[in-house]
């Protein structure tokens, strides 16, 4: 079993809808969590650390569930520029980020 | 600022062949990754340096894979033999002094195809 599991998607919305997906991990030490979004045949670059109040950020907001271990990502008014892999990482307490494989999501005109 | 710089961007090899990917992190950072992706996956940790010193080399998948950092800045990750199932990207990130919360800052990798 994977340490971070995703659904694969495709998310297909269209511009101003709302998209929501989220990831589990399998290891209940986990300390930190983030989303990491990837554009193709792009590096992976940080989108927002995910806290345990939950956290906004502009059109994203990042809730985590320990007690279910899972980490979730809502994405509001969905623009074309949102199309993207989005990477859900956790950390165990050391140095080591474990990715998951990624939910894509395409917004169309 | 200069963000995290990898070369090759792309590297053919034939199977058999040794390839050397360089990766210059971020100037300053003390903490440097390497990671494998393949098609379709996320990153896969592969390596951790603290300045010069490899503390971990836990995801390396076998001995015919090495890096180095010998300087404490740039560092080369080389495969020696390649097959084909070490066609992947090979990403390199650079953080401060890497604490798990710590950002870490990716390169754009260098995909390398093995034919």
């Known amino acids: 079993r994977k340490e971070v599991e995703q659904d694969p998607g495709p998310f297909n919305v269209p511009e101003g809808a709302t998209v929501a997906f989220n990831c589990t991990y399998s290891n209940s030490a986990s300390q930190s969590f983030f989303w990491y979004r990837q554009d193709c045949r792009k590096e992976p670059k940080l989108l927002m650390s995910v806290y345990s109040s939950g956290n906004e950020d502009g059109r994203f907001t990042a809730q985590l569930n320990r007690a279910s271990q899972y980490i979730s990502l809502l994405i509001r008014d969905s623009k074309l520029s949102d199309s993207a892999t989005y990477l859900c990482v956790v950390n165990w307490g050391d140095y080591k980020l474990s990715f998951g494989a990624g939910t894509t999501v395409t917004v169309r005109a | 600022g200069a963000g995290v710089s990898q070369s090759p961007r792309y590297k053919v090899a034939k199977r058999g062949q040794d390839v050397a990917l360089r990766c210059d992190p971020i100037s300053g950072h003390v903490s440097l990754f390497w990671y494998q992706q393949a098609l379709g996956q996320g990153p896969e940790f592969l390596t951790y340096?603290?300045?010069?010193?490899?503390?971990?080399k836990s995801g390396l998948p076998s001995d015919r894979f090495f890096a180095e950092r010998p300087e404490g800045s740039v560092s080369t990750l080389k495969i020696q033999r390649t097959q084909q199932e070490d066609s992947a990207v090979y990403l390199c990130?650079?953080?401060?002094?890497?604490?798990?919360?710590?950002?870490?800052?990716f390169g754009p990798g260098t995909r390398l195809t093995v034919l």
């Open positions: 340096f603290q300045n010069e010193a490899q503390l971990d």
């Open positions: 990130a650079s953080s401060l002094p890497g604490l798990g919360s710590d950002t870490q800052y």
